[in-house]
T-cell receptor, first 109, second 119 residues
């Protein structure tokens, strides 16, 4: 199983500031990585796929980078709707055995 | 607009069975891969199972042999039959369609249905 590890567990940021989230894979996964935004009681939302490509309708303040084992999600100029939990997920295995990180909670400082 | 709506959750005793449904609209389940993902209380997301376009099915090791994913094309619905339920299966279960961006990229999610396994 590919284990995904996110850091930090909680990130306290002021509105308008930048947030940088990290995700590490236990083995190389190329760029087969997605990022999701999730608020309690809501459906998770796809933000980034293939490590750096924004999904349809996702604002440009969200950017992803990395390959192999180390990945980063950057949110520039945080807005109120951005305070949520963010998950990374690898989809590199075949047969499918997708795995998620444990999540990073972005909270208001 | 593509949507999925989960139903069928509830309180069930350990060892019991439950069947979850994922009703799709705006797309056909026969032409799309559909996954189940769960979130235990206070925990992160865990992928559970997928039924591919061609009908192949795959499962996480934690549910293999106990859960069965299937679909009814006439109802445009995907099911998750859960048997021999354990306390650790307690979670919100989400249905998620693979996006057009690739296998495993989960683009359309529902709001989930809560399964509680407890005596």
């Amino acid at each position: 199983e590919i284990v995904m590890t996110q850091s930090p567990a909680t990130l306290s940021v002021s509105p308008g500031e930048r947030a940088t989230l990290s995700c590490r894979a236990s083995q190389g996964i190329g760029t087969n990585l997605a990022w999701y935004h999730h608020k309690p009681g809501q459906a998770p939302r796809l933000l980034i796929y293939d490590a750096s490509t924004r999904a349809t309708g996702i604002p440009a303040r969200f950017s992803g980078s990395g390959s192999g084992r180390e990945f980063t999600l950057t949110i520039s100029r945080l807005q109120s709707e951005d305070f949520a939990i963010y998950y990374c997920q690898q989809y590199n295995n075949w047969p499918p055995a997708w795995t998620f990180g444990q999540g990073t909670k972005v909270e208001v400082k | 607009e593509m949507q999925v709506v989960e139903s069928g959750g509830g309180l069930i005793q350990p060892g019991g069975s439950l069947r979850l449904s994922c009703a799709a609209s705006g797309f056909t389940v026969s032409n799309n891969s559909v996954n189940w993902v769960r979130q235990a209380p206070g925990k992160g997301l865990e992928w559970v199972s997928v039924v591919h376009t061609g009908g192949s099915t795959y499962y996480a090791d934690s549910v293999k042999g106990r859960f069965t994913i299937s679909r009814d094309n006439s109802k445009n619905t995907v099911f998750l039959q859960m048997n021999s339920l354990r306390a650790e299966d307690t979670a919100v279960y989400y249905c998620a369609r693979d996006s057009r961006f690739g296998e495993g990229v989960l683009g359309t999610w529902g709001l989930g249905t809560l399964v509680t396994v407890s005596s």
